[in-house]
Each structure stands twice: as structure tokens, then as C-alpha cells.
């Protein structure tokens, strides 16, 4: 079955500072990659995705990610957090034949002000 | 409005008995997703479905069954097999385009079960 791992699940930065969050998946075939964000209270939501084409892809808040095939890596980043940016971030994997939706185990992002 | 509604928020129950989560989807997305939330954990797959009166075990299915016999309704019944049920559960749903990967899931709300 597809596995995703994320390393590094307690983050902690100050304000302006860079992030990037990595994520590896061991399916060797055609996915769908995701990253999904999860703020104090509220539900699952999506940052962003990648489906096809252009390797690297922009999300909302100033996300963006880069999907490496030859490495089975998409990794997030974010050039300048904000102390709003607190928040657990998921990374998700879907394969083509069964769409089965995998996670990782999140990384518990905190932004100190 | 459109949307996967989790119900209900807070449940409790006794050990030893069944209990059914509810999840319904009014976005005509064709699968359906069950995951538990644990702390440290990330998000575990427990059941999914692709269309309607199909499903597949997850990476945890053990203690748990679905069924599909409608496709806005995907219900999950944590059995008294289920050796530590005491957690939060996740619904999602995804349009199935024509076959070719699914687009991104969406989710409840969620349901927090309490098994004392």
C-alpha cells in the first residue's frame, strides 16, 4: 500500500521565517499529490495540489510546492510565515487504478510572533 | 449549500456496543473516504469507496464496516471489535473524472467519539 512520510512533525519559527516541510511517498506509478492545512478549531483544507504539468505549483496564502518524480518527493515551502500560517499541514497522495487517498502523519507547524 | 455533513459532532458511547457515524454528501462526488485522527498519527485510512455498493479496506479496517447503498451516504459502524475507538473520525468525498484520477477530497467536519 501507499505510504507517505513526513518528517520533522513538530516545527517551530519565528515570523518572516522560511518553511519548507518535505514529504515522500514510496508509489512508484501516477498520483495525485496534495497538501492540506488544518488551523487550530477548523477542518481539513486544501492548499494545494498537483495533477499534472508545471512541477511546481502555487497555493493559496503564499504556498507553494515541488513535485520531484525521480525523487517521490513533494515538498512545501513558504518563503516568509506568518503567525496565522500556525497550523498542522498534511501531505496526501492519491494513485491512479484505485484512488485510494493516503496521508502523512502531519507536521505541527508553529509560528511564534 | 454543498457539502460532506458529519453528524453527529460529539458522540459517546459504552464499551461493548456498536455505533454508527453518519456521513453525507450532497456534491454527487462518487467516492467516499473514512479516516481516523489521532494525535501524532496523521490521518489513517480506515474504508473507502469508489462508487455505489463497492467499498475497500483501508490500513486500519479492522473493527470497522461501511456500506454504500446510496451515494450521498457513506455510514461507518465502529464495532465493539475495535480495540481503541475512542478517537476523532474524518469523512471526505472526490469527484471520479471518467475513470482517470480523482480531483482533491473534501471534508466534514468530523466526529469525535468517546468510548467510556
Known amino acids: 500500500a501507499q505510504s507517505v512520510s513526513q518528517h520533522n512533525h513538530h516545527v517551530i519559527l519565528s515570523e518572516a521565517a522560511s518553511l519548507e516541510l518535505g514529504c515522500n511517498y514510496s508509489?512508484?506509478?501516477?498520483?495525485?499529490l496534495f497538501w492540506y492545512v488544518q488551523y487550530p478549531g477548523q477542518h481539513l483544507q486544501l492548499l494545494l495540489k498537483y495533477f499534472s504539468g508545471d512541477p511546481l505549483v502555487k497555493g493559496i496564502k503564499g504556498f507553494e510546492a515541488e513535485f520531484i518524480k525521480s525523487k517521490f518527493s513533494f515538498n512545501l515551502r513558504k518563503p516568509s510565515v506568518q503567525w496565522s500560517d500556525t497550523a498542522e499541514y498534511f501531505c496526501a497522495v492519491m494513485n491512479y487504478g484505485n484512488n485510494r487517498l493516503a496521508f502523512g502523519k502531519g507536521n505541527q507547524v508553529v509560528v511564534i510572533p | 449549500d454543498g457539502g460532506i455533513t458529519q453528524s453527529p459532532k460529539y458522540l459517546f458511547r459504552k464499551e461493548g456496543q456498536n455505533v454508527t457515524l453518519s456521513c453525507e454528501q450532497n456534491l454527487n462526488h462518487d467516492a467516499m473516504y473514512w479516516y481516523r485522527q489521532d494525535p501524532g498519527q496523521g490521518l489513517r485510512l480506515i474504508y473507502y469507496?469508489?462508487?455505489?455498493?463497492?467499498?475497500q479496506k483501508g490500513d486500519i479496517a479492522e473493527g470497522y464496516s461501511v456500506s454504500r447503498e446510496k451515494k450521498e451516504s457513506f455510514p461507518l459502524t465502529v464495532t465493539s471489535a475495535q480495540k481503541n475507538p475512542t478517537a476523532f473520525y474524518l469523512c471526505?468525498?472526490?469527484?471520479?473524472?471518467?475513470?482517470?484520477?480523482?480531483?482533491?477530497?473534501?471534508f466534514g467536519q468530523g466526529t469525535r467519539l468517546t468510548v467510556v
Open positions: 469507496s469508489q462508487i455505489v455498493n463497492d467499498f
Open positions: 508509489y512508484g506509478g501516477t498520483v495525485n
Open positions: 471526505a468525498s472526490s469527484i471520479t473524472t471518467g475513470g482517470e484520477l480523482n480531483t482533491e477530497a473534501f
